[in-house]
């Protein structure tokens, strides 16, 4: 195929396109705090285009003048513009199929039978002899087909289902579902893309691929993932691409980067990180992504690179565990996969390979996945349940291999600062901070600059940061009210809590939540370290209401 340089790395990538902010009609994307305010809109004379079901949002048309009186309503959260995804593409044998020691589960009697994949794309090439599509949908505005025109979505369909014998797919019992949300050029909107995570949720589907991303967070997307996640499927997506500077690192793009997606990054033959893959603490598993031959257009088979390859390799992986373990939840399954990846780089999880090399099932399974994943953390502690929300979402991790939590060591500043970070999905990508002890390569500088500049925390008048000084439960409590934004007036809640005491702004609101408790005596301890495992039932309370006292 003929390809531009510039598509040499297969990953949807989103162009974020110029706006003008005067009068120009253009598209945006309305997300609601509680529910969809349409009298809002008719008051401001915005007609609503389209809705979405995940979450309270809607795309309209109109300028920007007129969406500048209504940024700031009450009701709503955020608005963003509709932006634009295009997909580029490289031409470079299906190698990794051995590499993952696939061909060992297939003897197992794994194939994903029965295991419904979504492939959110360009569409399929439906009349492909080595790929079979149990049906699928097309969210483009020119055409109902989902047949692919493109090429990008047969690829990837081709890497999780082909039964071609010289370009064998992962799972080749699964049932394919072709989601077309990019045109014949690679281009797509996000909206498109939202209601393709729609249409899947909404049509029973297990497991979502995306190769798709940008570099920006946006609400919308974030909130359709999100609700995904929550109603059981399973979504993994590219980590990123570079085009350029291959020396330097690029973090992980969105949705990859949210902690309801599986991101994954690309190897070589070698396992060696390929020069394009985008890295950071986000990369939760690393698969196969150079020189990846597949299925294309017109019943052909084309080589292609990209963590585009990379991450249908994964999602056909997750359906042989979904077929192995039927009756387990998608973040049982997560954590299967997780703890049987090949360890690769340095020791546990990092930034380049995440928990290691996918790895598949080999053995039929006989027992169900067990709640938690360390060692020193029984099933029936109480705070067995929250550390586990936490794990799955990658706001915590652990030791030597994520063997051990050490769940009494006291938090420090920094770990704080990074647990909170992540949950709130703040820029993360290590960089220099103005602290003499928080250099560029210390694991949380960039959560420390972010809560810096966020006036979530602050440095000490020497002017260092004391990333390893211990936490106080006071402390806690107010870079809490400050991160998320629970802060009020101070009510005499305990007997050692005052109004100057560290926290006091925050204290009462959060003991209403259901998110922080006393002691039996009615004192709070304020000024008492925090342990891990006290610091992680707090985030997975605040962060999920079914915890909550």
């Known amino acids: 195929m003929k390809a531009k340089p510039f598509i040499l790395l297969m990953?949807?990538?989103?162009?974020?396109?110029?706006?003008?902010?005067?009068?120009?009609?253009?598209?945006?994307?309305?997300?609601?705090?509680?529910?969809?305010?349409?009298?809002?809109?008719?008051?401001?004379?915005?007609?609503?285009?389209?809705?979405?079901?995940?979450?309270?949002?809607?795309?309209?048309?109109?300028?920007?003048?007129?969406?500048?009186?209504?940024?700031?309503?009450?009701?709503?959260?955020?608005?963003?513009?509709?932006?634009?995804?295009?997909?580029?593409?490289?031409?470079?044998?299906?190698?990794?199929?051995?590499?993952?020691?696939?061909?060992?589960?297939?003897?197992?009697?794994?194939?994903g039978k029965g295991v419904k994949i979504a492939v959110i794309d360009s569409g399929i090439a439906t009349n492909h002899s080595a790929l079979k599509v149990t049906g699928g949908v097309s969210m483009v505005n020119y055409t109902n087909s989902y047949n692919d025109d493109f090429g990008h979505g047969t690829h990837a369909a081709g890497i999780i289902a082909s039964t071609a014998s010289k370009a064998p797919g992962v799972a080749q019992g699964v049932q394919l579902y072709a989601v077309k949300t990019l045109d014949r050029n690679g281009m797509g909107r996000l909206n498109d893309t939202i209601r393709g995570i729609e249409w899947a949720v909404n049509n029973g589907m297990?497991?979502?691929?995306?190769?798709?991303?940008?570099?920006?967070?946006?609400?919308?997307?974030?909130?359709?993932?999100?609700?995904?996640?929550?109603?059981?499927?399973?979504?993994?997506?590219?980590?990123?691409?570079?085009?350029?500077?291959f020396d330097k690192p690029m973090p992980v793009q969105y949705p990859a980067r949210y902690g309801s997606v599986i991101a994954v990054s690309a190897l070589d033959k070698n396992n060696k990180i390929a020069r394009f893959s985008a890295t950071g603490a986000a990369i939760e598993l690393t698969a196969p992504g150079v020189d990846i031959y597949s299925t294309y257009l017109n019943n052909g088979y084309t080589h292609m690179d990209g963590t585009s390859m990379s991450s249908p390799f994964v999602a056909g992986v997750i359906a042989l565990y979904k077929e192995a373990y039927p009756n387990a939840s998608n973040i049982e399954i997560r954590r299967l996969v997780r703890n049987n990846a090949l360890d690769l780089g340095a020791q546990g999880r990092d930034e380049l390979f995440g928990f290691g090399l996918v790895q598949p099932p080999i053995k039929k399974g006989s027992t169900d996945p067990t709640l938690h994943s360390f060692k020193d953390v029984s099933i029936n502690s109480w705070a067995a349940e929250h550390i586990s929300y936490l794990f799955e979402r990658n706001i915590i991790t652990g030791y030597d291999?994520?063997?051990?939590?050490?769940?009494?060591?006291?938090?420090?500043?920094?770990?704080?600062?990074?647990?909170?970070?992540?949950?709130?999905?703040?820029?993360?990508?290590?960089?220099?901070?103005?602290?003499?002890?928080?250099?560029?390569?210390?694991?949380?500088?960039?959560?420390?600059?972010?809560?810096?500049?966020?006036?979530?925390?602050?440095?000490?008048?020497?002017?260092?940061?004391?990333?390893?000084?211990?936490?106080?439960?006071?402390?806690?409590?107010?870079?809490?009210?400050?991160?998320?934004?629970?802060?009020?007036?101070?009510?005499?809640?305990?007997?050692?809590?005052?109004?100057?005491?560290?926290?006091?702004?925050?204290?009462?609101?959060?003991?209403?939540?259901?998110?922080?408790?006393?002691?039996?005596?009615?004192?709070?301890?304020?000024?008492?370290?925090?342990?891990?495992?006290?610091?992680?039932?707090?985030?997975?309370?605040?962060?999920?209401?079914?915890?909550?006292?």
């Open 206 to 245: 297990d497991i979502i691929n995306l190769s798709l991303g940008t570099d920006e967070s946006h609400t919308a997307l974030r909130s359709a993932v999100d609700e995904a996640h929550e109603r059981g499927v399973i979504i993994v997506a590219a980590a990123g691409n570079k085009h350029s500077n």
């Open 11 to 111: 990953l949807s990538l989103v162009l974020l396109l110029g706006l003008d902010h005067a009068k120009e009609v253009e598209e945006y994307i309305i997300t609601f705090n509680d529910h969809i305010d349409e009298a809002v809109l008719e008051n401001a004379h915005i007609e609503i285009i389209e809705s979405f079901d995940l979450f309270p949002g809607v795309v309209v048309q109109t300028s920007r003048d007129q969406l500048d009186q209504l940024i700031l309503h009450s009701s709503i959260h955020t608005v963003e513009p509709n932006i634009q995804l295009t997909s580029t593409s490289s031409s470079s044998k299906n190698w990794g199929i051995e590499h993952l020691n696939i061909p060992q589960s297939w003897d197992s009697g794994y194939s």
């Open 401 to 549: 291999n994520n063997q051990y939590f050490k769940p009494l060591d006291n938090v420090r500043r920094g770990q704080a600062v990074a647990m909170i970070g992540r949950s709130s999905n703040w820029d993360g990508t290590q960089r220099s901070t103005k602290f003499p002890d928080v250099r560029q390569d210390y694991f949380a500088s960039g959560y420390v600059l972010e809560a810096i500049n966020r006036g979530v925390i602050s440095g000490y008048s020497d002017g260092t940061f004391g990333p390893n000084n211990f936490m106080t439960r006071g402390q806690m409590v107010k870079i809490i009210g400050k991160a998320y934004n629970l802060e009020g007036d101070y009510e005499n809640t305990f007997s050692d809590v005052s109004e100057t005491t560290t926290g006091a702004e925050a204290l009462p609101i959060l003991v209403e939540l259901g998110i922080v408790g006393g002691y039996p005596d009615g004192t709070f301890q304020p000024n008492k370290p925090i342990s891990r495992m006290q610091f992680a039932v707090i985030m997975a309370r605040l962060l999920n209401e079914e915890l909550r006292l």
